[in-house]
């Protein structure tokens, strides 16, 4: 009986999401009952000025690369402290449901935040990870997030092997593993028979019109195996123009651009164009 009452004391200091390997600092869990605080006085919107509304919320929060890449197997990584272009898109979305779906709760975000995050919405390693941000768009909208806009607002089909992962396996130091580096073999090799719509550069402005705030913006590439290079998310600011609200690696934090979208993009060499997705 003894050893029960003991196993049973242990088990309510496991902090929630144990089970899923979650990483989150006392610094993080703080920061996200402020977040739901601050969330709470914003006035109800529709889904895409809920996204803005949101998102602007993280403005001045710094930009730091690679948050996810923690300990020796994959974790769910709560870091509300610093964000990268995607962990910025993946936690407004996460919190959007949250307010959507009149829930508080910890465990209701993380939960939350593993859907959107890994494939199918389940945690399972590395590989599960929604790597390329062109299949994070597929699957979230197979899991009825989002809706990929690109062909509707005058994108044009685009296929591109996609491997850079793969063909540069030194700067991903989970791919030392020879499962992960199979498994993620597989995904691209998937992703090959796969197309997706670009809506071109020089074809933005003309349809910028198009575009709702809210929507997700991501940045499609001339760089060989990769997809995609940064995204964000659309507003439609004081000008009537739509801008990029992210984490910028201009300026190093959460920041809406100065320059609207189409423009900010031809400062951009690499840059091909925009995929569109829009949160449902």
Request: net charge negative.
């Amino acid at each position: 009986m003894k050893h029960f009452l003991f196993l049973i004391l242990i088990l309510s200091l496991i902090p929630s999401g144990f089970a899923q390997n979650l990483i989150c600092s006392p610094q993080d869990r703080n920061a996200f009952e402020n977040k739901m605080q601050a969330i709470s006085n914003l006035e109800k919107q529709t889904v895409g000025e809920n996204m803005v509304s949101i998102g602007k919320t993280f403005i001045g929060i710094p930009y730091v690369a690679k948050t996810l890449e923690i300990g020796e197997k994959e974790s769910l990584v709560i870091n509300l402290q610093g964000l990268d272009c995607t962990t910025f898109v993946e936690n407004v979305l996460a919190f959007s449901l949250m307010r959507k779906h009149n829930k508080q709760d910890f465990d209701a975000f993380t939960d939350y935040l593993e859907t959107i995050r890994y494939k199918d919405g389940k945690l399972n390693g590395y590989a599960s990870r929604l790597h390329y941000f062109s299949e994070w768009i597929a699957n979230n909208e197979h899991k009825g997030l989002l809706k990929d806009m690109t062909s509707q607002i005058g994108g044009v089909e685009s296929q591109k092997a996609i491997n850079f992962m793969s063909t540069h396996r030194e700067l991903y130091p989970f791919l030392k593993d020879a499962d992960n580096y199979g498994k993620i073999q597989a995904s691209e090799e998937f992703l090959k028979s796969q197309s997706i719509c670009i809506l071109p550069q020089d074809q933005i402005q003309a349809n910028e019109h198009l575009i709702q705030s809210g929507d997700i913006i991501a940045l499609t590439t001339s760089i060989k195996g990769l997809d995609i290079t940064h995204t964000g998310i659309a507003t439609r600011e004081a000008d009537g123009r739509i801008h990029l609200l992210h984490a910028s690696t201009g300026s190093m934090e959460v920041e809406v651009s100065k320059q609207p979208l189409a423009d900010y993009l031809k400062g951009i060499k690499s840059n091909t164009g925009i995929m569109v997705a829009r949160p449902l």
